[in-house]
């Protein structure tokens, strides 16, 4: 294990800031690509350095991203469980701490108090904590007795006045305690890509719910509602707006395929038929095959890792592709949702925006309709506007069009039909002056001593047989097993067993459980180390052999 990390500047100076801070609270804001896993993970070296005995907890918005958040620790010798739950009893005491999401926590706040106890906690994407008001409730209910707390987020601001727990409120603004924005990434070169937003405006027809009869472009000015059903119509999968934007953000892809092979698109569709639909169109008009990734799936998370580690060119999801989902091959998107917030939107801009060392030419593109709403929100981004964490009392008002949709009866909405879209001109709005990126830039900080952090021994855990630098994976690596992995692999090899020895003993599973446990000095199955798991084997197969 590489006991010594090479930081980007900004990760550096941010942690200076966390370890010369008396304060139990600190909020790091980050834009999304930068490396805030990194930087807390490194926090946490250094807490968990001060006491070997204290537990780490990462607070992570998805289950696909506790398995993720699991591997990440394990390149510092920092071993989660991303499976934990309060039935399991114990942590196993070859484990450093857990990873669990907010709505677990919302579930098991008791337990985690007492798990979380003089601990260090991460949370990532903070702003979850008030999705829900009995989220930010359980969150501070499961994690005020810790030591520690450390909050990260690339998109921290929200569109209700729910506070969130643990965050310093100044004037209702919430205040971070270190910043690292979009522009200063794209100024430090290297860290972040520049997006283009190009943008369709068309013209579209549709039926309100009374029948009438409505026509307009994007440029028309519409009050709320019928430029919500304006954009319906612009995306439908019935006309034609849709498919020449499609067609635009193939032949974009194509062309960074050819430098970059393994370049990707994602396609954020509105619901799940919308998504279907969508891959219909790419299939049988342009003859691309999608991956479709639906919230309702039990297989997401794994056709995700799939999809980033494979090579395939289209991904379509609904909603399942948000922060710290890292699929660093997404070059090209099309944003086909009729979701229009500022936080959502942000989201998705933030999952094209990771840099891939080694490729010269970074620049991303999300295909956007030339919606007003939109086409402010890429402005703000592209203008590098710094974004304040302000509880805004008019953001109250702002919904997004799947909560517009709902208004009214079943029968009146049944009555909106989008009649056709046809697009017309596009427009590209680019994040970064186009002169200004030097793909020939060479990172000069690489030699850079002042960067290079020495990492403190990582605690030592019960069962560990092997040095403290074969604990983890190589930095970056991801060849290794985390630890929860390994124990699955060996309770999946005990159970095997097991039924060997209940056939041959006559006995009942319970009874064979019962005796390997006593002879391997196993209590409970999922607090069990590696140490004992390969003990409980090695005594399975003794037994199996006579």
Same mark, same amino acid.
């Given at each position: 294990?590489?006991?010594?990390? +090479?930081?980007?500047?900004?990760?550096?100076?941010?942690?200076?800031?966390?370890?010369?801070?008396?304060?139990?609270?600190?909020?790091?804001?980050?834009?999304?690509?930068?490396?805030?896993?990194?930087?807390?993970?490194?926090?946490? +070296?250094?807490?968990?350095?001060?006491?070997?005995?204290?537990?780490?907890?990462?607070?992570?918005?998805?289950?696909?991203?506790?398995?993720?958040?699991?591997?990440?620790?394990?390149?510092?010798?920092?071993?989660? &469980?991303?499976?934990?739950?309060?039935?399991?009893?114990?942590?196993?005491? &070859? #484990?450093?701490?857990?990873?669990?999401?907010?709505?677990?926590?919302?579930?098991?706040?008791?337990?985690?108090?007492?798990?979380?106890?003089?601990?260090?906690?991460?949370?990532?994407?903070?702003?979850?904590?008030?999705?829900?008001?009995?989220?930010?409730?359980?969150?501070?209910?499961?994690?005020?007795?810790?030591?520690?707390?450390?909050?990260?987020?690339?998109?921290?601001?929200?569109?209700?006045?729910?506070?969130?727990?643990?965050?310093?409120?100044?004037?209702?603004?919430?205040?971070?305690?270190?910043?690292?924005?979009?522009?200063?990434?794209?100024?430090?070169?290297?860290?972040?890509?520049?997006?283009?937003?190009?943008?369709?405006?068309?013209? #579209?027809?549709?039926?309100?719910?009374?029948?009438?009869?409505?026509?307009?472009?994007?440029?028309?000015?519409?009050?709320?509602?019928?430029?919500?059903?304006?954009?319906?119509?612009?995306?439908?999968?019935?006309?034609?707006?849709?498919?020449?934007?499609?067609?635009?953000?193939?032949?974009?892809?194509?062309?960074?395929?050819?430098?970059?092979?393994?370049?990707?698109?994602?396609?954020?569709?509105?619901?799940?038929?919308?998504?279907?639909?969508?891959?219909?169109? #790419?299939?049988?008009?342009?003859?691309?095959?999608?991956?479709?990734?639906?919230?309702?799936?039990? !297989?997401?998370?794994?056709?995700?890792?799939?999809?980033?580690?494979?090579?395939?060119?289209?991904?379509?999801?609904?909603?399942?592709?948000?922060?710290? *989902?890292?699929?660093?091959?997404?070059? *090209?998107?099309?944003?086909?949702?009729?979701?229009?917030?500022?936080?959502?939107?942000?989201?998705?801009?933030?999952?094209?925006?990771?840099?891939?060392?080694?490729?010269?030419?970074?620049?991303?593109?999300?295909?956007?309709?030339?919606?007003?709403?939109?086409?402010?929100?890429?402005?703000?981004?592209?203008?590098?506007?710094?974004?304040?964490?302000?509880?805004?009392?008019? !953001?109250?008002?702002?919904?997004?069009?799947?909560?517009?949709?709902?208004?009214?009866?079943?029968?009146?909405?049944?009555?909106?039909?989008?009649?056709?879209?046809?697009?017309?001109?596009?427009?590209?709005?680019?994040?970064?002056?186009?002169?200004? *990126?030097?793909? &020939?830039?060479?990172?000069?900080?690489?030699?850079?001593?002042?960067?290079?952090?020495?990492?403190?021994?990582?605690?030592?855990?019960?069962?560990?047989?092997?040095?403290?630098?074969?604990?983890? *994976?190589?930095?970056?690596?991801?060849?290794?097993?985390?630890?929860?992995?390994?124990?699955?692999?060996?309770?999946?090899?005990?159970?095997?067993?097991?039924?060997?020895?209940?056939?041959?003993?006559?006995?009942?599973?319970?009874?064979?459980?019962?005796?390997?446990?006593?002879?391997?000095?196993?209590?409970?199955?999922?607090?069990?180390?590696?140490?004992?798991?390969?003990?409980?084997?090695?005594?399975?197969?003794?037994?199996?052999?006579?």
């Amino acid at each position: 294990m590489t006991r010594s990390i +090479r930081l980007r500047p900004w990760q550096k100076a941010a942690f200076e800031k966390f370890v010369a801070s008396d304060q139990a609270d600190f909020l790091t804001v980050a834009t999304p690509g930068a490396g805030k896993t990194t930087f807390a993970l490194t926090a946490a +070296r250094h807490v968990l350095a001060q006491d070997p005995r204290r537990r780490l907890v990462v607070v992570a918005p998805t289950a696909h991203l506790k398995v993720q958040w699991a591997r990440a620790a394990a390149a510092f010798a920092l071993h989660l &469980d991303p499976a934990w739950s309060a039935a399991d009893g114990r942590l196993p005491s &070859d #484990m450093h701490g857990i990873v669990t999401t907010y709505q677990q926590v919302a579930s098991s706040a008791e337990t985690l108090a007492t798990v979380s106890r003089d601990a260090f906690v991460v949370f990532d994407e903070i702003h979850h904590a008030g999705d829900d008001r009995a989220w930010g409730e359980s969150v501070r209910v499961a994690f005020e007795g810790a030591a520690r707390r450390l909050a990260i987020s690339g998109t921290p601001f929200r569109s209700d006045t729910r506070a969130i727990p643990f965050v310093n409120y100044v004037l209702e603004e919430a205040t971070p305690d270190f910043e690292y924005g979009y522009g200063e990434a794209l100024a430090d070169r290297r860290v972040v890509r520049p997006v283009y937003f190009p943008r369709t405006n068309g013209h #579209m027809e549709w039926t309100e719910p009374d029948g009438s009869l409505n026509a307009a472009p994007f440029d028309d000015a519409l009050d709320q509602a019928r430029s919500s059903q304006r954009l319906r119509t612009a995306l439908s999968v019935e006309g034609e707006w849709l498919p020449t934007v499609l067609r635009e953000a193939i032949a974009q892809l194509e062309k960074l395929r050819a430098d970059q092979p393994n370049a990707a698109g994602l396609i954020i569709a509105t619901d799940q038929d919308h998504a279907r639909g969508i891959v219909r169109i #790419m299939r049988e008009r342009f003859g691309q095959q999608a991956t479709v990734v639906l919230s309702d799936d039990p !297989d997401a998370s794994n056709r995700i890792a799939t999809f980033a580690s494979g090579t395939d060119a289209w991904l379509v999801a609904v909603r399942m592709v948000s922060e710290g *989902v890292d699929i660093p091959r997404l070059r *090209v998107g099309v944003y086909a949702t009729t979701t229009t917030t500022e936080l959502f939107f942000r989201q998705a801009v933030g999952r094209f925006v990771r840099w891939t060392p080694g490729v010269k030419d970074q620049k991303a593109y999300l295909f956007i309709p030339d919606d007003p709403r939109l086409r402010s929100r890429a402005f703000q981004i592209a203008d590098q506007r710094r974004h304040s964490l302000r509880k805004r009392e008019t !953001d109250r008002f702002e919904r997004d069009e799947a909560a517009l949709d709902l208004q009214g009866e079943e029968e009146q909405l049944s009555l909106f039909a989008a009649l056709s879209a046809v697009a017309t001109e596009h427009e590209t709005h680019n994040s970064w002056d186009a002169d200004d *990126v030097d793909d &020939d830039f060479e990172l000069t900080l690489d030699d850079d001593p002042t960067l290079v952090l020495d990492l403190a021994p990582p605690p030592p855990l019960a069962g560990d047989r092997r040095s403290l630098d074969e604990l983890g *994976v190589a930095f970056g690596g991801d060849a290794a097993r985390t630890r929860r992995e390994e124990k699955k692999r060996l309770r999946e090899q005990n159970s095997e067993l097991v039924i060997l020895l209940v056939r041959r003993t006559g006995q009942t599973h319970a009874q064979v459980n019962a005796e390997l446990n006593r002879l391997s000095g196993v209590g409970r199955i999922t607090e069990a180390t590696v140490a004992q798991l390969r003990k409980r084997l090695e005594v399975a197969e003794r037994l199996a052999k006579r």
